[in-house]
Every structure is written in structure tokens, then in C-alpha cells.
């Protein structure tokens, strides 16, 4: 079974740019998570997907953001246009069902963005 | 107050010994917990849940919970080099049952 996949692992852009992440869930996970930890932070949650729907977005910080995940299959998660603070690593993760201690979270290597 | 609390460290074990990681939470109501292992520049990977008070062993692996007291702690018997890493305690809220807050980890190093 593949596991939670992310892509890029890594960019670097400027100030100002736009830029696109995205994660591939394990098959049949219809709930998706996004997460950011930010230098010396904790991992914070962004949002959460229940297929195509946002289920709780209430972790996103501002319309600068912006999360899609049309089909219900792989999600991308959108900076635009991206600020220094936005640098960080965004981790994915996907869960069967939503009872998290039954169906746990997988999660994804993470994208790690800098902004210059 | 932060809604997980974890010691930074790092904490430094004898291989061998007993590695204790500590964790507090602030919401009462939250229903479950789970300690997460992240080796630096991987995923968080997950090795413990509890909901009850009191031990769960998994292997060398035993997690504690102290609802009363507001505390879940991990204890790593046997401690080997490959445990260095993180450990992220994290808290399923009550109040949204499908979202997990993290604490800051706490960084372990195991020494030969």
C-alpha cells in the first residue's frame, strides 16, 4: 500500500509568488488533513477534507490560502501570493474514517517552503 | 497556556535505561491521546494511543494517562539509538472530534 505522498518535497520561491503544494492520500482515505509547523513551532492544524467537502477549516490563516480537493482524490493546497512567515513545512495526512484513535492519521513526508 | 505541553529538551538516556517523556494538556474534555515518533526531515509516525486512564504496553512502549491530572506520559524501556528522535504528544479535543493538536515534541537522544 503507497502511503500519503507530497510534491515538491521542497521549494524555494520569492516574496510575493505564488505557490502550489500537493498530496496524494493513501486510496480509500476519504479524510485529508492539512498541517504546518513553522521554525520552533508546533505542528499546527490548517484544514480537513471528508472528500471533496471542507469539513473544518478553521486552521487556515488567511485568504492567502486557498485548499481544493475536487474529485474527492488528491488535494492541493495553494500560497498566494506568499509572505516570509509562510515558510515552513506542510504535511498531509490521511485517515479512513474519522474517528481518529480507531482510524489513525498517516502522514505525508512533508513540503518543506521557503520564501525568500 | 498552550493547549499541549511537552519539555523541549533535549533529553538525554543511557542505551539501556528508561526514557520517560512527559506531555500536559489544558481541555479537560479531550478524548484521546497519542504519541507520535519523527526522526528529522521524516513524517510523524505514530506509535501509542490511549483513551483510559491508567497503562497501555505496546512492546517496550508503555503510555500513561492521568485524566484527573491532566498528564500523558511515554515511557521507552530498554532504550536503543534508533529511538533518538522527537516525540510529539498530541490531544483529540472533544470539542472536534477530527482534528489532533500537537505539543512542540520533545527531542531524545539515546547515547551509547
Known amino acids: 500500500e503507497a502511503g500519503v505522498t507530497q510534491f515538491p518535497s521542497h521549494s524555494v520561491i520569492e516574496k510575493g509568488q505564488t505557490v502550489t503544494l500537493r498530496c496524494d492520500p493513501i486510496s480509500g482515505h476519504d479524510n485529508l488533513y492539512w498541517y504546518r509547523r513553522v521554525m520552533g513551532k508546533e505542528i499546527k492544524f490548517l484544514l480537513h477534507?471528508?472528500?471533496?467537502?471542507?469539513?473544518?477549516e478553521s486552521g487556515m490563516p488567511n485568504n492567502r490560502f486557498l485548499a481544493e480537493r475536487t474529485g474527492g482524490t488528491y488535494s492541493t493546497l495553494k500560497v498566494q501570493p506568499a509572505e516570509l512567515e509562510d515558510s515552513g513545512v506542510y504535511f498531509c495526512a490521511s485517515s479512513q474514517g474519522r474517528d481518529l484513535y480507531n482510524s489513525p492519521l498517516h502522514f505525508g513526508n512533508g513540503t518543506r517552503l521557503t520564501v525568500t | 497556556q498552550k493547549e499541549v505541553e511537552q519539555n523541549s529538551g533535549p533529553l538525554s538516556v543511557p542505551e539501556g535505561a528508561i526514557a520517560s517523556l512527559n506531555c500536559t494538556y489544558s481541555d479537560r474534555g479531550s478524548q484521546s491521546f497519542f504519541w507520535y515518533r519523527q526522526y528529522s526531515g521524516k513524517s510523524p509516525e505514530l506509535i501509542m494511543s490511549i483513551y483510559s486512564n491508567g497503562d497501555k504496553e505496546d512492546g517496550r512502549f508503555t503510555a500513561q494517562l492521568n485524566k484527573a491530572s491532566q498528564y500523558v506520559s511515554l515511557l521507552i524501556r530498554d532504550s536503543q539509538p534508533s529511538d533518538s528522535a522527537t516525540y510529539l504528544c498530541?490531544?483529540?479535543?472533544?470539542?472536534?472530534?477530527?482534528?489532533?493538536?500537537f505539543g512542540s515534541g520533545t527531542r531524545l537522544s539515546i547515547r551509547p
Open positions: 498530541a490531544v483529540n479535543l472533544y470539542s472536534s472530534a477530527s482534528k489532533i493538536i
Open positions: 477534507f471528508v472528500k471533496e467537502s471542507k469539513q473544518d
